[in-house]
């Protein structure tokens, strides 16, 4: 069974990015997966202090701070793949979910527990794909590239019209299957 961690980044339980988090996760399927959503707006996670406790800690986060991101440590350290998912808030993914990412950086020092782990990108803009979601792509596919984990790839739906607009039009749904199929396919289950 491959565990996969989703790490939802949108403040809107019923979203836009919800939604094509849904239709992603339903191209990648039931069998031989389980699938844990964490909505992390609703979680207590501060900013890293860049305290460098967690640069003398090997073999676990080793992190100075004692908030939700201790408990979310283990199961990323535990997932077999990693799907950040969040709308774009002023040409970036939301507050919440950068924390989260910086926060990373604890699992990366001493010794590099994301090494090779697999990691995934859903984004949502109301603008085109060049008003943040660019960006926020690269963001992810470059500290991917920077810590050694294995970056699968990203979906975007921007310009997004919005739930309802895209309930209409079956390819938004059809698209978003597809990369959840990709996603299962790299996985190898
Ligand atoms: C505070 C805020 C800032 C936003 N900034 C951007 C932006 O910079 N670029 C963009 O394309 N869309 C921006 N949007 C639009 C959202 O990314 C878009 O509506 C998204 O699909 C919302 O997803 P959700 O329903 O999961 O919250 C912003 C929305 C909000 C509320």
Redesign the pocket.
Known sequence: MKKVLVLEG???ER????LVTDWVLEGLGKRGVSVERVRVPKLDINGCQACSTCVSTKGGAGCAQDDDMTELYDRIIDCELLLFTS??????VTGQLKLVTDRLFALMTGENMLKGKPIALVL?????IF???DLAARMYRDIAHFIGMEYLGEHI????P??QAMNRRPSYREEAKRFGKELRQRLKT
């Open positions: 949108s403040p809107r979203g836009n990015t919800a709308p774009i808030f002023c040409w970036g949502t803009g109301g603008g085109s008003a943040g979601a739906v921007a310009p997004c919005g739930r």
